[in-house]
């Protein structure tokens, strides 16, 4: 699925609604994009996540993966239960999912963008972001780390029980998504971090420093930077303005992106793609936060963070153009969002999709 | 070590300032030590750190760790050489020193308050903290998880190097740290969240949760609660409030901590004890923050996180009341700071030590 062609009418995406809001905000998602690529798309839904699992006992059969995997792309809402909610294991949906779809479609690419939106609310004083603009990007590695599912228990249940988990580095999966990093930063503002914990995590650390210190060699205009993933965290609630393209580790990425979100407005913004770069597989794209069973079917769910997710896929379908719109018509309608009036989910897809 | 008896009157105390603004903040530590405990401690310098590595290729002399054993308490610097040298390899004072030291003397619960002191500045908006009271306390296991060291590398340095990290979590480790966490919760305001991520490291995560509500079903008038490492992450910045004890693994507690930190007013006021609660070894107090380089010798570091660990020490030692007037000296200075006038270290170390 190399070298996607603009011109090609028709694709198809897979559209997984999944539980709670996840349908919902979905479904203004999709609205924007009949919007903005009219006719462009046809769809096939998969009907996926808590609901179905409790129904049937099936969470990801075979046969939709192999149907997913003949996709041009992939919406995702959100999955999961409701947390009190017991008869739900935990980590089901998530391992035979999510990270499923991940590591089966190798998206080695979890592609995060940050960014403060003028005029909207964030929990930092003035004086951290006043005259400052944050806008970054977080290329998460999406295959390995400690997301592999390699561990294990002994003595289950016992007073002498022993849980492991190992997190798996490879050359070959750290410096396909640093080079990658490294090709965003080029084309930004030319300036790379990179999260680890190599103090402490010496192995793992030292095979990233390594990489990231070769790669950088071939980019002498980009500025690098390091920061441990605590001192990170500190920096992204007191300076998120220094960050351009952040690159880790799959947990550190997961821990990194949902502060970045919670710091730049709320992960109602906050969009993701999950990005097979070669097109071997197709990508998906998915808002930051979850199925939110609190508010689900009130129709008060923020539909942001999909719409921008709907952007992402556009983009990295080749429709740059189409992509430059959606973020437009989302910066001019979160700007003029007031602390005062509530909308609806719908009113919100409706006003965005109608300024594309 | 079990059953200090508040009235012994000499007492032996290992100091370790380490490098850079280290050996300053220990400095005024020690000032209010003696201004509270006048003739109570008598003191060992040791000198350890990136400077004596440099010196002699020595980070922790058996014969050290022997005579710290011995010692009644340790006060802790910071060590670490400047960011960008390269003749430090990373890892070897963490690993070597500070990690060595909390594994040899069993340091299984890593304590970490954060509060926000009345007009101490934060990065947060007034609207996440006005009128509101954040007060919380982190109880971070300190001999487990992927801090254990155990990981390796095959193919070092080759395009097919494999790193790999291994989190050790056992139901002997576990239990106790979140018995501890439960005990202080009781004497606190009655509340516990556990972080993890047990979606995902489902193996690590259900021993978690099993000991957790083991132990929570002995405490019924504790609340509990349970966050993943990511959503914990948006809480602590955009409500910090909600939290009264947290407890969580190794390095989850390495990262929400500094977060913690942060949010609460900077790791200039964050104190830290590495805590062997029964004794059996001599616990270990220091600030969060580091050696700081860039600021070393300009007497100018914020002496606040070392004199409050200096409290928690005393409180370890069982003088609570000597604790207690450190804790309101420190209230009453921090609050009486402001953003126009600076003091310098000893100067801030003199206010407290005379107020207490
Ligand atoms: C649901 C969970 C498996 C997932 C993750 O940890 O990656 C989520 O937190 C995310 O960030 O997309
Ligand atoms: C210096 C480092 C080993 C240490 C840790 O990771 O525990 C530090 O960050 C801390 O929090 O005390």
């Known amino acids: 699925r190399a070298g996607y062609d603009a011109r090609v009418t028709s694709r198809n995406l897979a559209v997984i609604g999944g539980d709670g809001i996840g349908p919902e905000v979905v479904a203004e998602g999709l609205k924007v994009l009949q919007a903005v690529t009219p006719g462009s798309f046809s769809l096939t839904s998969y009907d996926l996540g808590a609901e179905r699992w409790k129904r049937t006992g099936e969470v990801l059969p075979d046969s939709v993966l192999t149907e997913l995997a003949a996709a041009d792309g992939i919406l995702f809402g959100a999955v999961g239960a409701a947390p009190g909610d017991k008869t739900m294991p935990s980590g089901i949906l998530e391992r035979g999912l999510i990270l499923k779809i991940r590591f089966a479609f190798d998206h080695y690419v979890n ?16 004086s951290v972001t006043a005259g400052k603009e944050v806008d970054f990007v977080v290329v998460r590695e999406g295959t390995e780390g400690l997301y592999v599912g390699n561990g294990g228990v002994v003595r289950a249940g016992t007073p002498a029980e022993i849980a ?40 793992a650390g030292g095979l990233w420093n390594r990489i990231f210190e070769t790669v950088a060699a071939e980019y002498p205009d980009v500025t690098t930077d390091y920061l441990h993933i605590d001192a990170a965290t500190i920096f992204m609630a007191t300076d998120p303005a220094r960050f351009d393209v952040i690159v880790t580790d799959n947990l550190f990425g997961d821990i990194i992106t949902d502060l970045a979100g919670a710091v730049t407005g709320g992960i109602g913004l906050a969009a993701s793609g999950n990005i097979n770069p070669e097109g071997a597989f197709p990508s998906m794209f998915e808002p930051v936060h979850g199925s939110a069973p609190d508010i689900a079917g009130q129709g008060i769910a923020d539909p942001t963070a999909t719409i921008l997710s709907v952007g992402l896929l556009l983009d990295h379908l080749g429709l740059a153009e189409e992509a430059g719109r959606i973020e ?10 007031s602390a005062g009036t509530k909308r609806s989910t719908s009113e919100i897809g409706d006003a965005i999709a109608s300024a594309v």
């Not at 640093?178 to 300036?191: E, I, M, P, Q, S």
């Not at 437009?328 to 969002?337: G, I, P, T, Y």
């Open 164 to 203: 492991t988990e190992v997190s798996v580095n490879t050359a070959y999966g750290v410096e396909r998504v640093v080079r990658d990093a490294f090709a965003r930063a080029a084309r930004r503002r030319g300036k790379i971090t990179l999260v680890h914990k190599h103090n402490v995590l010496v192995h």
């Open 111 to 126: 592609l995060r963008p940050s960014r403060i939106y003028p005029g909207v609310p964030t929990p930092l004083a003035d």
């Open 328 to 337: 437009k018509a989302v910066l001019a309608d979160v700007s003029r969002r």
